[in-house]
């Protein structure tokens, strides 16, 4: 009886079949998640299932065997990015790690950390943070990170000095925006944290390690970061893979 029970919650779980408890919440509902554990947008992805407590499970994509180029890949990701996930509930597909974690907050609102506010104006003060994380701070992390890290360890291109000096000092400015906000409040949108908090943490991670300075020395941004670095869901999965510094 005992293994039939357990038989049925390995197969659901594997299967994707969802199991509805009686306050109607999809406790078995399966997403996965087709990535790398370590990369930035996989974590981005698996922190907001922590959070909103939706069991997920990762397929890893061979990246180093371009498996992401293959014309199966791009069928579902066209841009031959990772990751994209399926919706084991009913083979719903998406790609853009973003857009996945709203899709997962908005399909769970109820359920685990509330992630995304109702009220109009809530709502436009986190589009607005939701804007300048991607353009005001990931759009120079990311390039940063890529000259200072990926391009030297896995493309072995040499970094560009000059263009690391170039990101490094708007990257400086733009937490000098950060301070400011971040002088006045709590978390990135006002009191409460939202999804938008947890959309800087990949990349809030990688500057830490490579210019922790940037970060210690503004006491709110320093704040921020310490606090949402700490959370049990981030600590769970930030060192998921000894190089995970490295994608
Ligand atoms: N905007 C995309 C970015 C995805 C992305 O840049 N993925 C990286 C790994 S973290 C990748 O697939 N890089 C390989 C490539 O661009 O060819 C998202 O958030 O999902």
């Known amino acids: 009886m005992l293994r039939s029970a357990q038989c049925y919650f390995y197969c659901s ?12 919440l999809d406790i078995n509902m399966v997403l996965t998640i087709y990535g790398i554990p370590r990369s930035t947008s996989t974590k981005r ?6 959070e909103k407590n939706i069991p997920y499970r ?3 994509i061979k990246m180093l065997e371009n498996e992401h180029k293959t014309p199966a890949f791009l069928e579902k990701q066209p841009f031959g990015q ?12 998406l790609f853009e790690s973003r857009a996945i974690c709203r899709y997962i907050a908005n399909k769970y609102a109820s359920q685990g950390t509330p992630l995304i506010p109702t009220d109009p104006k809530e709502l436009a003060i986190f589009e607005q943070a939701a804007s300048f994380e991607l353009n005001n701070f990931e759009a120079i992390a990311n390039p940063l990170y890529h000259e200072k ?12 000095e000059s263009f690391v000096a170039h990101y490094v000092s708007t990257l400086n400015q733009r937490l000098d925006g950060y301070e400011r906000i971040l ?42 970061y310490q606090a949402l670095s700490q959370r049990p869901t981030w600590v769970e999965i930030k060192d998921t893979a000894p190089e995970s510094f490295l994608v």
Not at 82 to 93: A, K, R, S, T
Not at 149 to 160: A, S
């Open 13 to 24: 779980f594997r299967l994707g079949i969802a199991r509805r408890t009686s306050n109607n």
């Open 45 to 50: 992805i698996v922190v907001v299932c922590k």
């Open 183 to 224: 002088s006045k409040q709590t978390y990135i949108c006002g009191e409460k944290l939202t999804l938008v908090d947890l959309f800087h943490l990949s990349f809030l991670d990688k500057v830490y390690l490579m210019l922790p300075e940037t970060i210690d020395s503004r006491p709110n941004v320093a704040r921020w």
């Open 58 to 60: 990762i397929v890893s």
């Open 82 to 93: 990772i990751p994209y996930v399926v919706d084991e509930d009913d083979g719903f597909m």
């Open 149 to 160: 890290v990926i391009h030297p360890i896995y493309h072995k291109i040499p970094t560009n």
